[in-house]
């Protein structure tokens, strides 16, 4: 991908391709963008099934919900993947992609996350993980 200056500030272009290189487009797609997160869950830092990470400025917007999820560790998936998983596509149509962001999407991951702190369990994780690779094929055959 292309740098982002206004990434640091928290803000997001949505559905702005155009900072996609030709392989990125492809990672992107197949979410094989992911992959180096990997390294982190080799080291301890993640996990691969859990509450995705969010940036502190939307941390911030609901601190009592996310000291809740944040008592367990960031993963790579989750149910709100694939809830979401064409949230650049989705914002891209908003007439205001943040605020639509901050008020409809954030909170059904809100609850999302909630939910699998509340009830994860290794096969509810393993099913999660199928669920995923099962999603990659089928996206990577569009």
């Not at 392989?23 to 869950?41: S, Y």
């Not at 301890?44 to 560790?73: C, H, N």
């Not at 809830?83 to 008020?103: T, V």
């Amino acid at each position: 991908m292309k740098f982002n200056k206004n990434s640091y500030n928290g803000s997001f272009e949505a559905g702005d391709h155009s900072r996609f290189t030709r392989v990125g487009k492809v990672l992107r797609k197949t979410k094989l963008d992911e992959v180096p997160q990997l390294f982190n869950v080799l080291k301890g830092d993640m996990s691969l099934v859990g509450p995705r990470p969010e940036i502190e400025k939307w941390v911030d917007e609901y601190p009592r919900q996310w000291a809740f999820i944040l008592t367990v560790k960031p993963e790579i998936t989750d149910n709100a993947a694939f809830l979401f998983r064409d949230e650049e596509d989705i914002l891209a149509k908003a007439a205001n992609p943040e605020k639509y962001y901050k008020e409809f999407i954030l909170p059904q991951k809100l609850d999302i996350y909630r939910e699998y702190v509340k009830d994860h369990s290794f096969i509810g994780d393993i099913r999660i993980i199928f669920k995923t690779l099962l999603s990659i094929i089928a996206k990577y055959k569009q």
